[in-house]
């Protein structure tokens, strides 16, 4: 279910810990499985456990609590509009609601299509900027207006059809 790279990755991220904090690392190897897989399964969570020698729920507590995990998996650009209070004094519901029905799906859906799935998150520490998103976890988009979601998305799908 793993690759044998996947395994190796694990190891140098293991190997910046101390022998006995080894579980240190399980953030760094939740983010390779879901690099590998496209997000962190039941079952990947387990291997994750056995592999640092922790518990099974330990590991899934991790999974559970940041929103930077997938447990299902999702489209190929994730959308996490903050939608925090602060964000929300500054139109993130807004443009939650603007991308709700641009792509026709609702939280935590995804696209028929399969590219967009979205979702609201909390605070991402960008709250003079708001309303903000992040795209795959990666890219910060501030101050989104509907002009501004709707030129994301179009340009999304463009490089989708682009030759």
């Given at each position: 279910m793993i690759s044998e790279e996947t395994k190796l990755r694990f190891a140098q991220e293991?190997?910046?810990?101390?022998?006995?904090?080894?579980?240190?690392?399980?953030m760094a190897c939740l983010a390779i499985v879901q690099q590998e897989l496209g997000f962190v399964s039941f079952e990947s969570e387990q291997l994750v456990a056995d592999y640092l020698g922790m518990a099974p729920i330990a590991v899934h507590e991790v999974t559970t609590f940041y929103n930077m995990y997938n447990t299902e998996?999702?489209?190929?650009?994730?959308?996490?509009?903050c939608t925090?209070?602060?964000?929300?004094?500054?139109?993130?519901r807004r443009a939650m609601n603007h991308l709700k029905n641009k792509l026709g799906i609702d939280n935590h859906?995804?696209?028929?299509?399969?590219?967009?799935?979205?979702?609201?998150?909390?605070?991402?520490?960008?709250?003079?900027?708001?309303?903000?998103l992040l795209v795959n976890d990666r890219d910060m988009c501030s101050l989104m207006s509907d002009e501004k979601l709707d030129q994301l998305v179009d340009g999304l799908r463009a490089a989708e059809v682009a030759p």
């Amino acid at each position: 279910m793993i690759s044998e790279e996947t395994k190796l990755r694990f190891a140098q991220e293991v190997a910046k810990f101390p022998p006995e904090q080894k579980q240190s690392a399980v953030m760094a190897c939740l983010a390779i499985v879901q690099q590998e897989l496209g997000f962190v399964s039941f079952e990947s969570e387990q291997l994750v456990a056995d592999y640092l020698g922790m518990a099974p729920i330990a590991v899934h507590e991790v999974t559970t609590f940041y929103n930077m995990y997938n447990t299902e998996p999702v489209g190929k650009y994730k959308l996490n509009v903050c939608t925090n209070l602060p964000c929300q004094l500054r139109d993130g519901r807004r443009a939650m609601n603007h991308l709700k029905n641009k792509l026709g799906i609702d939280n935590h859906q995804t696209t028929s299509d399969g590219l967009f799935t979205l979702q609201e998150c909390e605070c991402l520490g960008a709250c003079a900027d708001a309303p903000v998103l992040l795209v795959n976890d990666r890219d910060m988009c501030s101050l989104m207006s509907d002009e501004k979601l709707d030129q994301l998305v179009d340009g999304l799908r463009a490089a989708e059809v682009a030759p």
